[in-house]
């Protein structure tokens, strides 16, 4: 079976840096995924990692351990419109993409 | 270029209801699916589809129909809807699946379908 765990809410400040880890359990493996989701609208993708590491883009980075079954996003410079849920999602070698339950963030002034 | 289109946007059904939940997409990915979200069990896999004429279960397949009969269209069906089945519905597609290559999982998402089931 699978299992994917995130906390369920974290706070920051407008400016600061947050980190949200994810942690997984799948039969097989074939990437693992960052979504957000902002309050009523559809998840939007965030970034991949399919190999052990750190990916950038931007302000957001993901990185990957797959031997850990750990992966973290990590959110510089926060801004107020980053306020959103961030779900961590894993596909496994059946091509199935199966979603953690999600981290709301909260980014205060 | 449209994306992923979904219809209804918003569904209010009685107990024992059918209706279905449509979805299209114009980007010709061949790999289609159905979530359900509900509040805190995160998005979960209802049925998905490799290609035309294949589909398969998800985690929650229970109530739910699907076919695909062309590449565009993924339609979900509820035969007797449930109050249980009260929850957001995303269709989300992707370009290709079974290929090994993570970059072509990545989803694009419907605007969503809010039912609410009495």
């Known amino acids: 079976g699978q299992n994917i765990d995130q906390p369920t809410e974290m706070t920051a400040t407008e400016g600061a840096i947050v980190q949200i880890n994810c942690t997984y359990q799948?039969?097989?493996?074939?990437?693992l995924f960052w979504y957000q989701q902002h309050a009523g609208e559809a998840p939007t993708f965030l970034s991949y990692n399919v190999l052990d590491g750190l990916e950038e883009k931007g302000r957001f980075s993901s990185f990957l351990s797959r031997s850990k079954g750990y992966s973290y996003l990590l959110l510089k410079e926060l801004q107020m419109k980053d306020s959103a849920s961030y779900l961590c999602?894993?596909?496994?070698?059946?091509?199935?993409?199966?979603f953690g339950t999600g981290t709301r963030l909260q980014v205060f002034p | 270029n449209a994306g992923v289109t979904q219809t209804p946007k918003f569904q209010v059904l009685k107990t024992g209801q059918s209706m279905t939940l449509q979805c299209a997409q114009d980007m010709n990915h061949e790999y289609m699916s159905w979530y359900r979200q509900d509040p805190g069990m995160g998005l979960r896999l209802i049925h998905y589809s490799v290609g035309a004429g294949i589909t398969d279960q998800g985690e929650v397949p229970n109530g739910y129909n699907v076919s695909r009969s062309t590449t565009e269209d993924f339609p979900l069906r509820l035969l007797s809807a449930a109050p249980s089945q009260t929850s957001v519905y995303f269709c989300a597609s992707n370009l290709r699946s079974g290929t090994g290559l993570a970059g072509a999982n990545v989803l694009t998402f419907g605007a969503g379908s809010r039912l609410t089931v009495l």
């Open positions: 799948t039969s097989g493996f074939n990437g």
């Open positions: 999602a894993v596909s496994s070698n059946t091509d199935k993409l199966i």
